[in-house]
């Protein structure tokens, strides 16, 4: 349960604000992903690392910027958002971008006004 | 295009019941499957996976879900249902072509009643 930790677990923000999602792996893990989840909708891969290097971008738009400055750690940027950007988003991490099982963090809800 | 569908937006069943939640896929290859459960303000648990072999796979919780290839199904089921297994479940397929990709479905929102 506390193998992917996600700060904060809530976050209201203006469009215009920039603010920052922290993922944190305990389970040695070398692949970190990004996901956002909207009610009624699949779960949407927006980034993958590997190894800390970038392996798939979703064709997310620019307005989120992800960061992985090592294995354990992943960030996602945000600046100007907008209202539909409004989701859960998950970060999740498996022992290497091939592997089958994704473990999950638990979440940050994120209301953009 | 590979694809997941979870064709029930919610499951009611009785608390001792069996339960099934349906799962059907599309994809060009050999497909992995998967089911994750989410409960409230939580992330996704994994709960089982199919690759290879034999065509039922037990996972955690007494949840086990059959692989069916001629009708390209990977329904989860469960003998005796408890109020406690209410939540959301999501079937997944893994992009067999090389890349990362998870494709999830939509989520069926599992209610069990006492």
């Known amino acids: 349960e506390t193998g992917v930790t996600q700060t904060p677990r809530h976050l209201v923000m203006g469009m215009t604000n920039k603010k920052s999602l922290k993922c944190e792996q305990h389970?040695?893990?070398?692949?970190m992903y990004w996901y956002k989840q909207s009610a009624k909708k699949p779960l949407e891969l927006m980034f993958v690392?590997?190894?800390?290097?970038?392996?798939e971008n979703n064709s997310v738009p620019s307005r989120f910027s992800p960061e992985c400055p090592n294995s354990s750690h992943l960030f996602l940027h945000l600046h100007t958002l907008q209202p539909e950007d409004s989701a859960l988003y998950l970060c999740?991490?498996?022992?290497?971008?091939?592997?089958?099982?994704?473990?999950f963090g638990p979440g940050t809800r994120l209301l953009v006004l | 295009a590979q694809s997941v569908a979870q064709p029930e937006d919610q499951v009611n069943v009785a608390e001792g019941n069996p339960l099934t939640v349906k799962c059907t896929y599309s994809?060009?290859?050999?497909?992995?499957l998967f089911w994750y459960v989410q409960y409230p303000n939580r992330g996704l648990q994994f709960l089982l996976k199919?690759?290879?072999?034999?065509?039922l796979v037990k996972g955690s919780y007494g949840f086990e879900a059959e692989f069916n290839k001629s009708q390209t199904s990977f329904h989860l089921k469960k003998p005796s249902a408890l109020v406690s297994d209410s939540a959301l479940y999501f079937c997944?397929?893994?992009?067999?072509?090389?890349?990362?990709?998870?494709?999830f479905g939509t989520g069926t929102r599992l209610k069990v009643l006492a």
């Open positions: 999740a991490s498996s022992q290497d971008s091939g592997a089958e099982t994704q473990y």
């Open positions: 389970l040695g893990h070398n692949a």
């Open positions: 690392y590997s190894l800390e290097e970038r392996v």
């Open positions: 994809v060009s290859g050999n497909p992995y």
């Open positions: 199919y690759i290879t072999g034999d065509n």
């Open positions: 997944a397929v893994r992009d067999t072509s090389g890349t990362y990709k998870y494709i």
